[in-house]
């Protein structure tokens, strides 16, 4: 329910600034999906049904929980600041690890600004959504019933798989870029980081912080 307006949001804007569901300027993920669609001649369009089936049928199991929620709206502002913190904690970090992985600047920064924004509110939606909730979700599920091993490790496991896994990702061929060792590092760092967050206080949570900290990075260039 709190990853909802930011992906409505989002979409609306990809779909605006390129001129229909397909184009280059959305998030990474978004573009891998919408693009093997494409590819098996299957409609564009079934990448925005699924999630709002999804969410349809999350909110008709969960009607109480959901209406309990909705009526407090506090909620979502605290949740939403709380995002805020671990954006601007996160920036230190990266701010730290940058220096020790580049030289200078920032990777991934595009300085279209508007494009930019798009595809950083989308990145903590579609990212968190696939790396975190899905992968460490079903590998852990899965490292549980393949092995006896004790549940922390579990998690470590899928950590390191998934942020291997997200780190990987930024350059596959579609994507069209070579790949580095110390950007792969950056990224593997950084998936590790948001993985621990989803972990401790969710994937909701964890997509604002990652959209926000996104969003305060370009603000600073």
Do not use: C
């Not at 959305?26 to 919408?34: A, M, N, P, Q, S």
């Not at 909705?70 to 913190?85: G, N, Q, V």
Request: positive net charge; charged residues 15%.
């Amino acid at each position: 329910m709190f990853i909802t307006p930011l992906w409505i949001v989002y979409e609306i804007l990809a779909f605006k600034i390129n001129n229909g569901l397909l184009g280059e300027l959305r998030t990474g993920v978004d573009v891998l999906i919408k693009t093997l669609l494409s590819k098996f001649r299957i409609h564009a369009g079934l990448a925005l049904v699924i999630p709002a089936f999804f969410l349809i049928w999350f909110v008709m199991q969960q009607k109480k929980n959901v209406g309990k929620f909705i009526k407090k709206p506090s909620r979502f502002a605290i949740m939403f600041f709380e995002s805020l913190l671990y954006a601007l904690f996160f920036g230190l970090m990266v701010g730290y690890a940058t220096t020790i992985f580049f030289s200078s600047g920032n990777p991934g920064v595009d300085n279209s600004k508007i494009a930019t924004l798009v595809v950083h509110i989308g990145s903590g939606v579609y990212e968190e959504t696939l790396f975190r909730f899905a992968v460490i979700t079903l590998l852990v599920i899965g490292l549980q019933k393949v092995f006896t091993l004790h549940t922390n490790l579990n998690y470590i496991i899928a950590i390191l798989i998934s942020s291997l896994i997200f780190a990987y990702s930024h350059y596959l061929e579609i994507f069209n870029e070579p790949i580095e060792i110390k950007s792969f590092m950056f990224r593997f760092l950084a998936g590790v980081a948001f993985s621990i967050l989803f972990i401790l206080r969710g994937v909701g949570i964890t997509a604002y912080t990652h959209s926000l900290y996104n969003i305060l990075l370009m603000f600073r260039q």
